[in-house]
């Protein structure tokens, strides 16, 4: 930035502030919205113009996949087949979810447990 000029704007945002030009702003006086907060700071603008215009990254689409699972199993009585069928599908989203993430072995261990199972039936 140019030496001196974040002094200037300072200086412009008090005065404003002061003259009452902040009053009527659109959603002012009204609760912060913290969707985002599961999203790291720097990626939050990103995000949110991607959200805007109808579109989530795959990881956050398959965590609310997961959040509306996880409420239709409580709505459901317990033991019925229905909840089953929901509790396998939740433990694939989430081992989904799991193996999705950068840097993850648990994705590399489960097919490596799997080969290994594989080997054993086979021999």
Same mark, same amino acid.
């Given at each position: 930035? %140019?030496? /001196?000029?974040?002094? %200037?704007?300072?200086?412009? %945002?008090?005065?404003?502030?002061?003259?009452?030009?902040?009053?009527?702003?659109? /959603? +002012? &006086? !009204?609760?912060?919205? *913290?969707?985002?907060?599961?999203?790291?700071?720097? *990626?939050?603008?990103?995000?949110?113009?991607?959200?805007? +215009? /109808?579109?989530?990254?795959?990881?956050?689409?398959? &965590?609310? !996949?997961?959040?509306?699972?996880?409420?239709?199993?409580?709505?459901?009585? =317990?033991?019925?087949?229905?909840?089953?069928?929901?509790? &396998?599908?939740?433990?694939?989203?989430?081992? !989904?979810?799991?193996?999705?993430? =950068?840097? +993850?072995? +648990?994705?590399?261990?489960?097919?490596?447990?799997?080969?290994?199972?594989?080997?054993?039936?086979?021999?």
């Amino acid at each position: 930035m %140019i030496p /001196g000029f974040e002094a %200037i704007v300072e200086e412009r %945002i008090k005065k404003a502030q002061q003259e009452g030009q902040f009053d009527n702003l659109e /959603g +002012s &006086k !009204k609760p912060l919205n *913290f969707d985002d907060l599961n999203v790291p700071e720097e *990626f939050r603008l990103a995000h949110k113009i991607l959200k805007n +215009s /109808g579109f989530l990254p795959p990881e956050i689409e398959l &965590k609310k !996949k997961i959040a509306s699972t996880q409420e239709l199993i409580g709505s459901v009585e =317990p033991n019925s087949p229905q909840r089953q069928r929901l509790q &396998k599908k939740l433990n694939f989203l989430l081992t !989904k979810l799991e193996t999705s993430r =950068p840097g +993850s072995t +648990s994705g590399s261990m489960m097919t490596e447990l799997y080969r290994e199972q594989l080997i054993n039936k086979i021999s």
